[in-house]
């Protein structure tokens, strides 16, 4: 194939950053922003009675500090179920704590799940023992840090009657900048700018604030009954009945990543490739272009540095320099070097696995393993841990 092709795919590849970061990078900064500072939105004085349902599993000081400022939100009219598996988990214990603590919060018993993913059958169980009373259902997951103005915030667009689904996603901060780290730090940030665009905001990680009425109307609570995955299952198939979510980067969570894993970092990855593949198959399928296209240039650019070109390296430059460049819009500034390398390597490695969502329908997370469809909805539950 001529030079001029692989030549034309790199500053393609590059523009397509740029691009993404010019569009989506305002959003990010405006979160950032919101965290920094001092006073809280107030609340507002009709608020309609909200419901946060959050699954959690095991205790660790993360997830009880993350806790904490999710239930710490002032002058909101809310109720918080906090969803547990069995007694046997360890986050049983600690939810009985938080409840001497905050007496808005419910301990909920899911028991196990059959036919869909764990979390889709907390999230049912936390919905079905909030009753008739919440008009808003918020889900969030238990290792995010929040504000607190977090639901004041969410559920604005739904208060204000501008939206009747709104989304949000959250930052990553890690301890150290490993390149793991630095993975997953760039993975999440590619999500995060995804959402932001007005084309592809869809509810992925985070928290999502949906009115009750339009979940059960559009009949969600069937669908998580059988889904793979909560969210992305969700925001697709509303998507493609006209309903939009509201993308609410003030909102934005934070979480903290301790020192991440090669194989940590590449199993929640590779989940997230997978969502793709189960709920939005025929995007999955096209999306499978860029890796083999990826595969192709990076051979070329290795090929024409090694054998003394300019070409290569200049791509590899500039790869690096937009990792700097992406690193700035972090929670807090990481070392040059580390980011620009971090960002080119990250990208280099999204290529097998992506590759590697064609090889198997299985998706494995916390000690389940689930045989998916490409409709969203689980065939089988394959392994169980136990406890």
């Excluded at 301990?107 to 008739?132: F, P």
């Amino acid at each position: 194939m001529p030079d001029g092709v692989f030549h034309l795919g790199m500053i393609l590849h590059l523009l397509a950053l740029v691009l993404l970061y010019c569009v989506g990078a305002p959003a990010i900064r405006a979160g950032r922003r919101t965290w920094l500072e001092n006073a809280p939105l107030p609340a507002f004085q009709k608020q309609p009675p909200l419901a946060l349902i959050i699954p959690l599993t095991g205790d660790s000081p993360t997830m009880r500090q993350s806790l904490a400022s999710l239930l710490h939100q002032p002058g909101v009219n809310f109720q918080a179920q906090l969803v547990v598996r069995n007694e046997a988990d360890p986050a049983s214990a600690l939810v009985r704590e938080l409840v001497q603590r905050f007496p808005h919060v419910r301990l909920v018993i899911a028991g196990e799940a059959t036919r869909c993913c764990q979390k889709n059958h907390s999230l049912l169980a936390g919905i079905k023992a909030a009753g008739d009373w919440p008009e808003i259902l918020v889900f969030c997951d238990s290792t995010h840090e929040a504000r607190p103005d977090f639901l004041t915030r969410l559920s604005a667009p739904l208060v204000r009657g501008e939206a009747v689904l709104a989304t949000s996603y959250h930052r990553v901060l890690p301890d150290e900048p490993t390149l793991p780290s630095l993975f997953h730090f760039f993975s999440a940030q590619f999500i995060h700018l995804l959402q932001n665009l007005p084309w592809f905001c869809l509810p992925w990680g985070g928290a999502t604030a949906i009115r009750r009425e339009t979940f059960l109307r559009h009949g969600i609570d069937a669908i998580w009954a059988r889904g793979v995955v909560d969210d992305f299952t969700m925001g697709p198939y509303l998507q493609r009945r006209g309903v939009r979510a509201a993308a609410v980067p003030q909102a934005a969570l934070l979480t903290r990543l301790n020192r991440q894993s090669l194989g940590g970092w590449w199993g929640w990855w590779f989940r997230q490739l997978l969502y793709l593949k189960f709920c939005m198959p025929g995007t999955w399928l096209a999306a499978t272009l860029a890796p083999m296209a990826g595969a192709a240039l990076l051979w070329h650019t290795l090929r024409d540095a090694l054998s003394g070109g300019f070409v290569g390296w200049l791509y590899l430059g500039a790869l690096c320099a937009l990792g700097v460049l992406y690193g700035g819009l972090g929670q807090r500034r990481l070392p040059a070097w580390r980011a620009g390398l971090g960002f080119a390597l990250m990208q280099i490695l999204t290529i097998p696995c992506f590759l590697a969502t064609w090889l198997t329908n299985t998706l494995r997370w916390r000690g389940i393993a689930y045989r998916a469809r490409l409709d969203g909805t689980v065939a089988a539950i394959l392994h169980r841990a136990q406890g």
